[in-house]
T-cell receptor
Framework: RKEVEQDPGPFNVPEGATVAFNCTYSNSASQSFFWYRQDCRKEPKLLMSVYSSGNEDGRFTAQLNRASQYISLLIRDSKLSDSATYLCVVSGSARQLTFGSGTQLTVLP | GAVVSQHPSRVICKSGTSVKIECRSLDFQATTMFWYRQFPKQSLMLMATSNEGSKATYEQGVEKDKFLINHASLTLSTLTVTSAHPEDSSFYIC????????????FGSGTQLSVL
């Protein structure tokens, strides 16, 4: 089983739609959780950290369920510029980041 | 924000040659840098952790004699792919840790290596 698993997609959604991505992690001792965004052949960029209480940043909402070892990202009112691959990232006690394989999103006009 | 410069962005080489990739932290000192490899449609896989002034720590399955890492200063780490083969063709990306907070991880822009 992979340490961090994501649905690879692709998710093709119309502009303005709401889309949700899920991610599961296998190490119950994981301590920090993040969503990164990666455009094709570019470096990943931190989108947001994920906190136990859930957190929101504009159109983006992230949630963490430690009991189920599950993380989610919700994007509301999708924009064309949201098209990218979204990486679920988990940090363990050794503070190393483990990346999921990413979920590809394409927002269509 | 902090900037990490990675060079070259793209390299095409013949099989058997060696390729050096540089990763520089431009406005902060990075005692720790990380090297990743990403194959198409796959996740970033950590290859090694580069520590300034000491030997790199390699992940399981990564050949240290093939992927030479040097971190001679607080702002520069290099990855040399020795005797490159077509299966080494991949996207290599570095990152540097700023401060001690894990989320303050800044990435280079990546190097696309194609071995013919």
């Amino acid at each position: 089983r992979k340490e961090v698993e994501q649905d690879p997609g692709p998710f093709n959604v119309p502009e303005g739609a709401t889309v949700a991505f899920n991610c599961t992690y296998s190490n119950s001792a994981s301590q920090s959780f993040f969503w990164y965004r990666q455009d094709c052949r570019k470096e990943p960029k931190l989108l947001m950290s994920v906190y136990s209480s859930g957190n929101e940043d504009g159109r983006f909402t992230a949630q963490l369920n430690r009991a189920s070892q599950y993380i989610s990202l919700l994007i509301r009112d999708s924009k064309l510029s949201d098209s990218a691959t979204y990486l679920c990232v988990v940090s363990g006690s050794a503070r190393q980041l483990t990346f999921g394989s990413g979920t590809q999103l394409t927002v269509l006009p | 924000g902090a900037v990490v410069s990675q060079h070259p962005s793209r390299v095409i080489c013949k099989s058997g040659t060696s390729v050096k990739i540089e990763c520089r932290s431009l406005d902060f000192q990075a005692t720790t840098m990380f090297w990743y490899r990403q194959f198409p449609k796959q996740s970033l896989m950590l290859m090694a952790t580069s520590n300034e002034g000491s030997k790199a720590t390699y992940e399981q399955g990564v050949e240290k004699d093939k992927f030479l890492i040097n971190h001679a200063s607080l702002t520069l780490s290099t990855l040399t792919v020795t005797s490159a083969h077509p299966e080494d063709s991949s996207f290599y990306i570095c990152s540097a840790k700023r401060d001690q907070m894990v989320e303050k991880l800044f990435f280079g822009s990546g190097t696309q290596l194609s071995v013919l």
